[in-house]
């Protein structure tokens, strides 16, 4: 890290403090509903440089639309949301995968970088169709490599990154960060395992493994470091000197993960924006306000309320599809 960029943290992170001071009383009140996200960009220290031309759009479950100047950054995004019976209680892991191409093709007009997490059905399905269809280039694990060769994706277009690389974009940064699945009641994930040579084309979910997980963040010169995670639990030592302005966190998905917002909050020293993420029933249409299991609810609601706890300077933003924020 260079030594502008530990000066302009160090300026962010003081005016940060400034501009949530002025505002946390009103963010005291406010329920996580939707009128805290209803199209209001979120409230965030001033900023010169490229703040006005980044804009990050939610597309449900973990997808992010990230426009930074002519580039266009996609982090995990699904779009088909296509029904395995999961939320109704019939999940069935023969479920064949499917691209909802008018879905798909009428948001993804362009992307240039792809970011996949992990290769679950609901972060990767649609990335070997949106590549195609616009020759982005994709990041993830070995095991999205492989996958990728598996649907016919050239090689020259998948990039295999572990955590820790830091790519240069000319205006902004990407750094890729070891994560973890999230843990079942039972301590356990769905479809765990890797593909260290290339497998025949996927045809159900349960063809995409875990593959390992990754988190990601996005510094832009000139405006916002935000981080991206795909699933919920990581492993706190990697997190150390992130210091992300905004931080978009995966709903736990059950309580097998010891003290995890406390653990996240200090890992990523208490960013000034949190974003819940992956909390949505994302096999219904894209259409506000996102549809909600109960007990999403209640865990989305129990996130809040523990993000506003041990970070109470954060400003807590629960997003709504598409719209268009900007810190
Ligand atoms: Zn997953």
Redesign the pocket.
Known sequence: MSAHQLDRRRFLRTTAAGAAAVTAGGLAATTPARAEAAGAPAAAAPRAGARGAVSFRWWGTSGWRVDIGDRTVLVDPYLSRFDTGLFRGAFDPATPLTVDTVAVDSLVDRATTILVT?T?W??YADVPHIAARTGARVFGTLTAYHLGLAYGLPAGRLSPVRGGEVLEFGDHTIEVVGAL?SRNAGYSLAFPGVRVDTPPQPATIADLP?GDTLAYQIRVDGGPSVFFMG?SDFAERNLTGLAPDVAMVALPATTSTADYVPRLMAALDHPQVVVPVHWDNFETPLTNPPTVAPSDRARLDDLVAAVRRVSPRSRVLVPEYRTAYRF
């Open positions: 992990h679950h609901d972060h699945h875990e699933a």
